[in-house]
């Protein structure tokens, strides 16, 4: 009668070990962010004064322009 007791609590721990223990054991880690997404600051267009992000803005001779149409390239 002990022996199965015993049996069985192996039998218990292993299936919650395999399935239990494992699922909380994991750490997710944190996402790292694109450097696109740190550098995403606001300029002024040198044309119209409208701001656009640093990232999608055009430039030309040193000035942020918001479109090709304000910086006058075809």
């Given at each position: 009668m002990i022996f199965k007791l015993l049996v069985f609590g192996v039998v218990v721990f292993i299936v919650y070990t395999l399935f239990f223990k494992t699922?909380?054991?994991k750490v997710e880690q944190p996402k790292k962010r694109?450097?696109?997404q740190d550098s995403d600051t606001?300029?002024?267009?040198?044309n119209c004064s409208v701001f656009v992000s640093e990232s999608e803005a055009i430039i030309k001779d040193g000035k942020f322009y918001c479109s090709k149409e304000c910086a006058g390239v075809k």
């Open positions: 699922s909380r054991g694109d450097k696109k606001m300029v002024e267009c040198a």
